[in-house]
């Protein structure tokens, strides 16, 4: 089975920096793949890259249907199936939150507005935000406008959803209702790469976890295995420093 994304040989650096190191990843239709490492491990570059956002020095990112991207289909048209959601919300304050939604299928993918706000208000009703369609909004919660960048996204209707630190910035009663709504995306079959510091979150969405540091893939395993018996010292020891919660 050819994967939906494939990574091959990926370089990237900043000046000197060798920031990712010959990465070789592949990525099958609805698998989800969580990236963990320290803090400046390449994780957040890697996603980067594969969204365009970042050049890469050496090697290929392949979509299925697609061929090379940046090569065989230009990087704004690839944007069109690869969605991202960032640690900041990146919603546009002089947009309500309806016209955030719709502003990328009805301006890059030409979409009728009447289609596109018809699967935007079933996403914001699954999401419990409907009645804030028409906010603004300053007048959210960080947690309500992260739930609203993810809305976005997926109203690209993604072949591929990047989701990067989409917690980080959020105070903690709110992180949960976000990552409830990525743990339902997980189980209607999205495919996904996420970055990540909520262990227990990852142990239970991931169909496969990648250590990284050192712009390098260190190991690939199952959740189960990684987070009981991972096999390199430097995964344990990242393991050791991070505060473990079952999510449940």
Same mark, same amino acid.
């Given at each position: 089975m050819s994967a939906l994304l494939s990574l091959a040989a990926i370089d990237k650096f900043y000046g000197d920096t060798h920031a990712l190191r010959g990465i070789n990843l592949d990525v099958q239709s609805g698998e989800v793949v969580v990236l963990l490492g320290p803090s400046g491990c390449g994780k957040s570059t890697l996603l980067r890259c594969i969204n365009g956002l970042e050049p890469i020095q050496g090697g290929t990112i392949t979509? +299925?249907?697609?061929?090379?991207?940046?090569?065989?289909?230009?990087?704004? @048209?690839?944007? +069109?199936?690869?969605?991202?959601?960032? /640690?900041?919300? !990146?919603?546009?304050?002089? %947009?309500?939150?309806?016209? *955030?939604? %719709?502003?990328?299928?009805?301006? @890059? /993918? $030409?979409?009728?507005?009447? !289609?596109?706000? @018809? /699967?935007?208000? #079933?996403?914001? +009703?699954?999401?419990?935000?409907? =009645? #804030? $369609? *028409?906010?603004?909004?300053? =007048?959210?919660?960080g947690g309500q406008k992260q739930r609203i960048a993810i809305v976005r996204a997926l109203c690209l209707n993604p072949q591929l959803l990047l989701l990067d630190e989409i917690t980080a910035a959020l105070d903690p009663e709110m992180v949960r209702e976000v990552l409830d709504v990525v743990l339902e995306l997980a189980a209607d079959g999205m495919t996904m790469l996420i970055v990540t510091h909520e262990m227990g979150f990852a142990r239970k969405v991931a169909d496969r976890i990648l250590f990284m540091d050192h712009g390098e893939i260190i190991e690939q395993a199952e959740p189960e295995t990684f987070f009981t018996a991972p096999a390199s010292a430097r995964a344990q020891a990242f393991l050791n420093l991070m505060h473990y919660q079952e999510y449940t």
């Open positions: 979509l +299925q249907g697609h061929g090379v991207l940046g090569r065989d289909i230009s990087w704004h @048209a690839a944007r +069109q199936h690869i969605g991202m959601v960032f /640690q900041s919300y !990146e919603l546009f304050n002089h %947009l309500s939150v309806i016209d *955030n939604i %719709l502003l990328g299928p009805i301006k @890059a /993918q $030409k979409r009728p507005r009447a !289609e596109v706000e @018809a /699967q935007a208000d #079933r996403l914001l +009703q699954r999401i419990g935000l409907y =009645e #804030r $369609k *028409n906010a603004w909004p300053r =007048e959210l919660s």
